[in-house]
């Protein structure tokens, strides 16, 4: 949320613009803002007044005088400023609700785009696989191993899930414990496993309420949710405290099943793990001092990277343009993989700053060691990977010309070995 105190307004205006978002929403803001002020003012003035009324009754009684009129006027000037107070309210509530359905301001680096088809490719890794033969998509080579059934989870719960057998859980315990043992391990993040149901508050820290309350599952007659993201309830952990400088930063990890409701995505990737109701995927979140927050993206988008490094997938690093950016991000970089059986990259994981945005809704501060006032920290978060997402990209990158799919070699220690998938 945007702190309309200190932000430079007429660059806001500019920032929703290139954000595809309304502008004249700032004028909305300034409106209210100008009327919120006025009210202040007369309620300060009006109380100012009744105090020095207050004190010429009380003299006015010690002289034994009749002060009736004047206690009959402050009645009135009660009844005033109660007026005035629930006016105020009623502003302070409008502006609230325009500032929480508002997003980020972008940094200044953040390309000027409409869409994703203006995103800017920073750099590409690796060498796409050549094939002797026509490669599949990755349902195919699943369900024709038996690894991936999407129609038995469909009689069990509906479209967009998929019941994982034999090899299939094994390459998804596989991937998610190379993930966690690598960011442990090698990246120094501290490994948490957070609860996977949370309440609105939590979810209005992160950005996702209330502008997107309908991508959200909701348990009936409850202030619980099913987390879309480890995002949510790992960043909020720190919620409504003050840190100590020193212990910036902070990095933790979190493997956690991440549930979406998908709104607006009918008929987008209807087949296959691309878009489901229900993916498991392994999430990295960073506090961070606001003097290094964009030093420590680079850091988390290189530790996403390493994962596909390490499993030898070729992929892409995207900066998403000003009309593509999430929400509550000032940057992001996108990380996309290679998917020869759609010949296409498809996105692996976002890696975003949010500077103090989702601080300032979580209020998460931190109090400087030379003294002085506490600051919002820097939140950063990205995907390290979507686990879903990386079975896709091996089978899709190391399947043969019989549907056996060769194991990567970093995770062939999770399968006692094993170098194949096959019937």
Not at 117 to 142: A, T
Not at 225 to 236: G, R, S
Not at 384 to 405: F, H, K, P, W
């Amino acid at each position: 949320m945007i702190d309309i105190k200190t932000a430079d307004l007429e660059l806001y205006r500019e920032c929703l613009k290139n954000r595809n978002d309304d502008p004249s929403a700032v004028d909305k803001i300034l409106e209210l803002n100008e009327e919120r002020k006025k009210l202040i003012q007369d309620v300060e003035a009006q109380k100012a007044d009744r105090n020095r009324v207050t004190q010429e009754i009380a003299v006015m009684k010690r002289n034994k005088e009749d002060a009736t009129a004047k206690i009959t006027s402050m009645k009135d000037v009660g009844s005033q400023i109660k007026k005035c107070e629930d006016s105020l309210e009623q502003i302070e509530s409008r502006l609230s609700l325009i500032l929480e359905s508002l997003p980020n301001f972008v940094h200044n680096s953040v390309p000027v785009g409409k869409s994703e088809e203006e995103n800017v490719e920073i750099r590409v890794v690796g060498e796409k696989p050549k094939f002797l033969f026509e490669p599949k998509e990755h349902f195919d080579l699943g369900e024709k191993l038996g690894i991936l059934d999407f129609e038995r989870a469909s009689k069990i719960s509906g479209s967009r899930f998929v019941a994982l057998k034999g090899m299939g859980a094994r390459l998804e315990r596989a991937l998610y414990n190379f993930m966690l043992d690598t960011h442990t391990g090698t990246h120094d993040y501290t490994e948490t496993v957070p609860p996977y149901i949370v309440n609105s508050s939590a979810l209005f820290g992160t950005g996702q309420f209330p502008k997107f309350v309908d991508d959200v599952f909701h348990l009936k007659d409850t202030d619980y949710h099913l987390i879309p993201t480890a995002e949510v309830p790992v960043t909020n952990y720190y919620s409504g405290e003050i840190l100590s400088e020193s212990d910036l930063p902070m990095a933790f990890t979190a493997f956690t099943p991440c549930f979406r409701s998908e709104a607006g995505s009918y008929g987008k990737d209807t087949k296959g793990l691309i878009r489901q109701h229900q993916f498991n995927k392994v999430e990295l979140v960073r506090f961070s001092h606001p003097d290094d927050s964009y030093e420590q993206l680079e850091k988390l988008t290189s530790h996403a990277e390493k994962i596909l490094n390490l499993l030898g997938l070729p992929y892409r690093v995207m900066a998403l343009c000003t009309g593509d950016i999430g929400f509550g991000a000032t940057k992001t970089y996108d990380l996309e993989v290679w998917l020869p059986g759609q010949s296409a990259y498809r996105e692996i994981s976002s890696c975003s700053n949010c500077e103090d945005f989702q601080a300032r809704r979580a209020g998460i501060r931190f109090r400087p060691e030379g003294g002085g006032k506490p600051q919002f920290v820097h939140t950063l978060n990205g995907s390290g990977l979507a686990v879903g997402r990386t079975m896709v990209a091996i089978l899709e990158n190391y399947q043969n010309e019989d549907g056996s799919i060769d194991i990567p070699e970093a995770l062939r220690p999770y399968f006692d070995g094993s170098s194949r998938i096959s019937n």
